[in-house]
Every structure is written in C-alpha cells, then in structure tokens.
C-alpha cells in the first residue's frame, strides 16, 4: 500500500501547485486575484486581531514574491503595499475598486487627493494604472530583481492584454515598454 501511495505521489504533485509547495516547503505561486484575496484575508486577520500587523505586513511582501511568476520578471507592484494603513496601501484598494467597476478613474483621483500621508511625489493622485507599471518595472530592473528584456516582455504582453480586455486609464503604446 505505502509503495502504491508513493507511485501516485508524482501524479499529485504535478496537478497541483499547492501541494507541490506544501510537499517540498515552497511558497505557491498566486495569481493577482488569489494575492489580492489573501493580502484581503490578512488584513482582516489583523483587524480581528488574530495576528500582529507586524506578521501580516511580512506575509504580505511573502505572497507578493509569488505573484505571477509565470512571467520574466517579478510582479511590478510597489512593495509598500504591504505597509497596511500607509497611503500605498490605500491607494492600491482605490486602484483594485476601478479595475473591479466600483469606482470612476475620476473619483479615484477625488479620494486619492483626500488621503494622508501622501509622498511629495508630482502626480502621485493622477490615475495611471500603465504608468504605475512602468514605474515598478523601472524599480525592478534598478533594483537587480529583473533584467531589462523580462521587464519590457511583460510590459508588451501587458499591452496586449489591455488591448483585448481594456481597463480604464489613459492610452496605452508598446512604444513605451522601452526600459
């Protein structure tokens, strides 16, 4: 029986990320969507107080190195979303409630102007999804974590995919992608 259980463990492993990852110790990898949902959950955890915030800020920067993987380089998200309560952190829901419908690019721009604890940055309240991407690509390659040509591959197949299934926000060009 055990030799049967161990035949069949190769086949479990390979259907499902997951459990490859809690067999072998390795974090999954997640979608946008499933890090959004998890990085929801933690939050509430820490509302509820069922774990520190301090936990949940660095569970947080651990799922978002999982996200999306899939692609060349590493997700271009600002990791200050992870500070929870910090004005990225905000801003970065304001951003997700556009993309799900819920609110107008221009009342994105309303709310984000009535946030504290906004950076001096120029621009930081104009509704830019793309050029928010570009920024974190930019940092990315900067930074070491993604080499130039992954960073621009993911940009143009980012474009690609907002021509196909178009979100809200100004034009966006290939022309662009050149890092």
Same mark, same amino acid.
């Given at each position: 029986?055990?030799?049967?259980?161990?035949?069949?463990?190769?086949?479990?492993?390979?259907?499902?990320?997951?459990?490859? &990852?809690?067999?072998?110790? %390795?974090?999954?990898?997640?979608?946008?969507?499933?890090?959004? =949902?998890?990085?929801?959950?933690?939050?509430?955890?820490? *509302?509820?107080?069922?774990?520190?915030?301090?936990?949940?800020?660095?569970?947080?920067?651990?799922?978002?190195?999982?996200?999306?993987?899939?692609?060349?380089?590493?997700?271009?998200?600002?990791?200050?979303?992870?500070?929870?309560?910090?004005? &990225?952190?905000?801003?970065? =829901?304001?951003?997700?409630?556009? =993309?799900?419908? @819920?609110?107008?690019? *221009?009342?994105? /721009?309303?709310?984000?102007?009535?946030?504290?604890?906004?950076?001096? *940055?120029?621009?930081?309240?104009?509704?830019?999804?793309? &050029?928010?991407?570009? &920024?974190?690509?930019?940092?990315? /390659?900067? *930074?070491?974590? %993604?080499?130039?040509?992954?960073?621009?591959?993911?940009?143009?197949?980012?474009?690609?995919?907002?021509?196909?299934?178009?979100?809200?926000?100004?034009?966006?060009? =290939?022309? @662009?992608?050149?890092?």
């Amino acid at each position: 029986m055990q030799r049967f259980l161990l035949g069949l463990l190769p086949l479990v492993l390979a259907g499902c990320p997951t459990t490859t &990852a809690m067999m072998v110790g %390795a974090p999954a990898l997640l979608s946008k969507s499933e890090f959004d =949902e998890r990085r929801t959950e933690t939050k509430q955890q820490i *509302e509820k107080g069922l774990i520190s915030k301090e936990a949940g800020e660095t569970n947080c920067r651990q799922m978002l190195h999982t996200v999306d993987r899939n692609h060349s380089a590493p997700p271009p998200i600002d990791p200050a979303i992870c500070e929870f309560g910090s004005f &990225a952190d905000t801003r970065y =829901e304001l951003t997700r409630s556009v =993309e799900s419908g @819920a609110l107008t690019p *221009e009342l994105w /721009v309303t709310k984000c102007q009535q946030l504290a604890g906004q950076p001096p *940055e120029k621009d930081v309240c104009r509704y830019d999804p793309f &050029a928010e991407r570009l &920024a974190q690509w930019q940092r990315l /390659v900067k *930074e070491g974590q %993604a080499n130039r040509e992954g960073a621009e591959m993911d940009c143009r197949n980012y474009v690609k995919q907002v021509r196909q299934h178009p979100i809200p926000g100004p034009e966006i060009s =290939e022309d @662009a992608c050149k890092l």
